[in-house]
């Protein structure tokens, strides 16, 4: 079943509505700007919830004010809610019929817990509106009976389909019970005529004798009465005016018609707002006033004079030629390297097209062409299909991706190794054609273009702001081939090892996110993008975002001398959704990708790099599956699974498919290819087999990728 908070976010998907969480005791809705505000609820069960949150978005969405300055709205208010809920729940349950169940579950709950203050009263001598409240909000089954003169009304009020409806049908049925009520009275009347007493005769008032008057030391004796035979003077009453008798007769007969049912359930409801609770709300937006990519462009130019320094600083520490050497070295590395990969790279692709094809034919359909076929003409008779056919085949999407690579201190033993894992990546998107970027977060990157963000200048800024945060952009669909190679030479040398600019300090993966939320929608709209893969590669998990300003993203805080618990909800502007927000880092980073996938429906990817010793794979757990707890038994099948294939998949860590690396298996393998003059064909086949699996097998993340996109 689907929680509320799913439930919320699927009515406001297609919804022109904000919502935001408050700490209030009624929901309200503000027609200009189409904010809704709920109260924190406490002790509610899913379904009443549900019930609640759809009973309020159909307010949202068909309730108008037009009648409000009616002269006898206040007389009839009560009456237009009853009608007005049973339209605008009829309409929302129509537009999203999920929401039935929930309502019928709901309300059976609340009639359980006498939310309606019905359960000794006599339903007989209600009200009708209440019975109509009670009848469409519970059903039948609770009791009420209508007459065949009230039950014209009831079928009227599942027949009203607009404020104008409602406003008429609550003057006719307040009309109705004002007579019901005046029929009453005078057959009271004359009951109390037929019995001899006087209906005008109002009772007089007895006066008690005060028990508190007995006690000698309540009073001072001289403030005794001096004698028993004075008596007090008579009071005399002023008679009410004509106009105050109608307003007291007016006011008593609101009060006898104003339907019980709805105003016990808003006290009852009313008891059910967590006030206690502090509300705060956030927008996934990334403040800053700069931009946080290092182009590569600009990377090329720094890393390009920053090699020119180091290799004057290798000179003067060794000798003068020590730098040349140094650098041919480098380079021999790198041209192998490069050549290995284009080989592995040119199969997987050829691998890509085979995977493709087939998904593609899988895709086929018949169609018929409008043209007879002479080979079925005979069967006419038998079957309609004696037309030629056609195989359509859909067309193939525009793919694009967008790679988020870790580049914190954590990585430092595994970063050249998965340097090298993203080089290939970026190969293979260079070979199939395909748009793409390679992003690596950072916290230490300054420059003079760059300048960091002060935490004065985030003061008072609305979303998140982090000084510290920037994109490397490594590698781009844009880069001529001039460019991308002395890229993949200036990561090889392990730039973190010779420029404080770039070093590996801590983990802004959430800041990451943040930002690309924004940014990958841009990316799609520029590069025609229509299926869509975000790839994360991470060895743990990113700080959680406090915010900034007098706000931060606590969940529990000290107040009034008492302690209150605080509750977190990230609105997203774009698709109205609501998700309640964690200041635990791997809890933000699973409501981001969330925030990522509901805005473009794309494939959601992580790569993990781990140990695989159980301590870390609990770890892992513990952070990534909350709903997990320490499973013994997961965490060997996880062990397992690495074993076998070198990587474990799961499904249900934050992403579509989240896949954990063994760090000891992020090394680039070249293998050797054994062939001699005595082997068969079958054999050298054999052998080049294995050869290529030891290629493909030490680049995972390419391997995997390839699977993932075809």
């Given at each position: 079943?689907?929680n509320?908070?799913?439930?919320l976010?699927?009515?406001?998907?297609?919804?022109?509505?904000?919502?935001?969480?408050?700490?209030?005791?009624?929901?309200?809705?503000?027609?200009?700007?189409?904010?809704l505000?709920l109260?924190?609820?406490?002790d509610?069960?899913?379904?009443?919830?549900?019930?609640l949150?759809?009973?309020?978005?159909?307010h949202?969405?068909?309730t108008?004010?037009?009648?409000?300055?009616?002269?006898?709205?206040?007389?009839?208010?009560?009456?237009m809610?009853v009608?007005?809920?049973?339209?605008?729940?009829?309409?929302i349950k129509?537009?999203?019929?999920?929401?039935?169940?929930?309502?019928?579950?709901a309300?059976k709950q609340?009639?359980?817990?006498?939310?309606?203050?019905?359960?000794?009263?006599?339903?007989?001598?209600?009200?009708?509106?209440?019975?109509?409240?009670?009848?469409?909000?519970?059903?039948?089954?609770?009791g009420?009976?209508?007459?065949?003169?009230?039950?014209?009304?009831?079928?009227?009020?599942?027949?009203?389909?607009?404020?104008?409806?409602?406003?008429?049908?609550a003057?006719?049925i307040?009309?109705?019970?004002?007579?019901?009520?005046?029929?009453?009275?005078?057959?009271?009347?004359?009951l109390?005529?037929?019995n001899?007493?006087?209906?005008?005769?109002?009772?007089?008032e007895?006066?008690?004798?005060?028990?508190?008057?007995?006690?000698?030391?309540?009073?001072?004796?001289?403030?005794?009465?001096?004698?028993?035979d004075?008596t007090?003077?008579?009071?005399?009453?002023?008679?009410?005016?004509?106009?105050?008798?109608?307003?007291?007769?007016?006011?008593?007969e609101?009060?006898?018609?104003?339907?019980?049912?709805q105003?016990?359930?808003?006290?009852?409801?009313?008891?059910?707002?967590?006030?206690d609770?502090i509300?705060?709300?956030?927008?996934?937006?990334?403040?800053?006033?700069?931009?946080p990519?290092?182009?590569?462009?600009?990377?090329?130019?720094?890393l390009?004079v920053?090699?020119?320094?180091?290799?004057?600083?290798?000179?003067?520490?060794?000798?003068?030629?020590?730098?040349?050497k140094?650098?041919?070295?480098l380079?021999e590395t790198g041209?192998?390297?490069?050549a290995?990969?284009?080989k592995?790279?040119?199969?997987?692709?050829?691998?890509?097209?085979?995977?493709?094809?087939?998904?593609?034919?899988?895709?086929?359909?018949?169609?018929?062409?409008g043209?007879?076929?002479?080979?079925r003409l005979?069967?006419?008779?038998?079957?309609?299909?004696i037309?030629?056919?056609?195989?359509?085949?859909p067309?193939?999407?525009?793919?694009?991706?967008i790679?988020?690579?870790?580049w914190?201190?954590?990585?430092?033993?595994?970063?050249?190794?998965t340097?090298?894992?993203v080089?290939?990546?970026?190969m293979?998107?260079?070979?199939?054609?395909?748009?793409y970027?390679?992003?690596?977060?950072?916290?230490?990157?300054?420059?003079?273009?760059?300048?960091?963000?002060?935490?004065e200048?985030?003061v008072?800024?609305?979303g998140?702001a982090?000084?510290?945060?920037?994109?490397f952009?490594?590698?781009s669909?844009?880069?001529s081939?001039s460019?991308?190679?002395?890229?993949v030479?200036?990561?090889?040398?392990?730039?973190?090892?010779?420029?404080n600019r770039?070093?590996l300090?801590?983990?802004?993966?959430?800041?990451?996110?943040v930002?690309l939320a924004?940014?990958?929608?841009?990316?799609?709209k520029?590069?025609?993008?229509?299926?869509?893969?975000f790839v994360?590669?991470?060895?743990?998990?990113?700080?959680?975002?406090q915010g900034?300003?007098?706000?931060?993203?606590?969940?529990?805080?000290y107040?009034?001398?008492?302690?209150?618990?605080?509750?977190?909800?990230?609105?997203?502007?774009?698709?109205k959704?609501?998700?309640?927000?964690s200041?635990?880092?791997?809890?933000?980073?699973?409501?981001?990708?969330?925030?990522?996938k509901?805005?473009?429906?794309?494939k959601?990817?992580?790569?993990?790099?781990?140990?695989?010793?159980?301590?870390?794979?609990?770890?892992?757990?513990r952070?990534?599956?909350p709903?997990?707890r320490?499973?013994y038994?997961?965490?060997?099948?996880?062990?397992?699974?690495?074993?076998?294939n070198?990587?474990?998949?799961?499904k249900?860590?934050?992403?579509?498919?989240?896949?954990?690396?063994?760090?000891?298996?992020?090394?680039?393998?070249?293998?050797?290819?054994?062939?001699?003059?005595?082997?068969?064909?079958?054999a050298?086949?054999?052998?080049?087999?294995?050869?290529?699996?030891?290629?493909?097998?030490?680049?995972?993340?390419?391997n995997?990728?390839?699977?993932?996109?075809?």
């Open positions: 079943m689907m509320s908070k799913d439930l976010a699927r009515l406001l998907a297609n919804e022109n509505l904000n919502v935001i969480r408050a700490n209030v005791r009624t929901a309200s809705f503000e027609s200009i700007s189409r904010t505000t109260p924190m609820w406490k509610m069960s899913t379904e009443l919830e549900e019930m949150i759809g009973h309020e978005v159909g949202a969405l068909f108008t004010i037009e009648y409000i300055d009616a002269p006898d709205f206040r007389k009839i208010q009560g009456y809610n009608i007005e809920d049973v339209r605008i729940e009829k309409k129509n537009k999203y019929p999920g929401l039935r169940k929930s309502f019928i579950t309300y609340l009639v359980d817990k006498d939310f309606f203050g019905t359960a000794e009263a006599d339903l007989s001598k209600t009200l009708l509106i209440d019975r109509i409240n009670l009848y469409y909000k519970v059903g039948i089954n609770c009420v009976k209508f007459s065949p003169a009230e039950m014209d009304f009831v079928r009227r009020v599942d027949r009203c389909d607009s404020m104008k409806d409602v406003y008429e049908l003057q006719e307040y009309a109705y019970s004002k007579e019901e009520r005046q029929a009453k009275q005078e057959m009271l009347k004359q109390q005529e037929a001899g007493e006087d209906p005008d005769e109002e009772m007089e007895i006066e008690m004798d005060d028990p508190f008057m007995d006690d000698p030391d309540d009073f001072d004796n001289e403030q005794q009465v001096e004698s028993d004075q007090e003077a008579p009071k005399k009453t002023r008679e009410s005016t004509p106009e105050e008798k109608a307003a007291e007769e007016a006011k008593q609101a009060e006898d018609l104003a339907p019980s049912t105003k016990a359930f808003d006290e009852r409801l009313n008891e059910l707002a967590d006030t609770t509300v705060q709300n956030w927008t996934p937006k990334l403040e800053t006033p700069r931009d990519i290092v182009g590569y462009k600009h990377i090329l130019q720094e390009t920053t090699r020119k320094e180091y290799d004057a600083y290798l000179d003067s520490r060794y000798d003068s030629g020590y730098s040349v140094y650098n041919k070295r380079q041209v192998k390297f490069k290995d990969s284009m592995v790279v040119n199969y997987l692709v050829k691998e890509f097209e085979m995977k493709k094809s087939a998904t593609e034919y899988k895709r086929t359909t018949s169609a018929t062409s043209d007879l076929s002479s080979n005979f069967a006419y008779r038998l079957t309609d299909d037309f030629k056919k056609l195989d359509v085949v067309e193939d999407k525009n793919h694009g991706m790679f988020l690579m870790d914190s201190g954590s990585m430092g033993s595994v970063m050249n190794d340097v090298k894992q080089i290939n990546l970026a293979f998107c260079r070979r199939i054609q395909i748009p970027q390679v992003f690596a977060f950072t916290s230490g990157y300054e420059s003079v273009r760059n300048p960091r963000l002060l935490p200048q985030a008072g800024m609305e998140f982090d000084g510290q945060f920037h994109l952009e490594f590698f669909n844009k880069m081939n460019e991308f190679n002395t890229m030479d200036l990561l090889l040398a392990e730039p973190y090892r010779y420029d770039y070093g300090h801590s983990t802004p993966l959430n800041e990451s996110l930002y924004d940014y990958i929608g841009k990316f799609i520029n590069n025609a993008v229509e299926k869509m893969s994360t590669l991470t060895d743990g998990e990113g700080h959680g975002l900034m300003g007098y706000r931060s993203v606590r969940e529990t805080t107040s009034a001398g008492k302690h209150l618990k605080i509750k977190n909800y990230l609105r997203d502007p774009v698709t959704k609501e998700y309640q927000l200041a635990d880092g791997s809890q933000q980073t699973r409501t981001f990708l969330r925030v990522i509901d805005r473009y429906n794309i959601t990817v992580g790569f993990h790099i781990l140990s695989t010793s159980r301590r870390d794979i609990g770890s892992f757990i952070y990534n599956m709903d997990v320490n499973d038994y997961l965490i060997e099948e996880l062990r397992k699974e690495i074993r076998q070198d990587y474990a998949l799961l249900n860590a934050g992403r579509d498919e989240l896949y954990l690396l063994p760090a000891s298996k992020q090394k680039i393998e070249e293998g050797e290819l054994k062939v001699d003059t005595e082997m068969n064909a079958r050298i086949a054999r052998n080049f087999g294995k050869f290529l699996n030891v290629k493909k097998s030490s680049r995972v993340v390419l995997r990728f390839v699977s993932l996109i075809a």
